[in-house]
């Protein structure tokens, strides 16, 4: 459902497997939001192959919408030719009328991404939470991200908190807690 009629049929998604795809799209490989219809949680994604992607993994969702995103846990995937290889935004679309609840924060926390392997990789993340309302419990580790050379910068963050271990470019500052977050 799509912000205040999402909010307002609150059934949530939960206890979701996710194993054994392979994809070719323009868009997101495994993408999660933007709408949540009252929260996704509990998902588990593994030995996944996504190709020719806009994002390999996004997480997607805006003030407004409400909801959560938690408890997802990503493991054993590869990225090839993707545009960016991890997007998460707290600035997602639009909203279908005016009666939405600017003040409706969506809860992204408990994020898990593990060994994660990617090829011809434009940038390997861009994170951006939301001012007022972080997305916090985020971890990545055992990723390698092969980026384009032309990529000054191959983090982008903001508004998010968490820790990695052995990822390769070295993540943005905000991610760079070591301390262990992933189960």
Known sequence: GWDEYGIAFGRPSTNITIRNVRGDTRAGGIA???EMSGGISNVYVDNVLIYNAGRGIHVKTAPGRGGYVRDIFIAHMTISKAQVAIEFTGNYG???DNKYDPHALPVVEGIHIDSITGKQITYAGQLEGISNDPFTGISL???ILNVA???HHPWSCSHVEGSSKSVVPVPCHDLQNTS???P
């Open 149 to 151: 050379s032309s990529s």
């Open 180 to 182: 262990p977050l992933v």
């Open 32 to 34: 999660f939001g933007s």
């Open 94 to 96: 639009e909203h279908p």
């Open 141 to 143: 580790s055992n990723i």
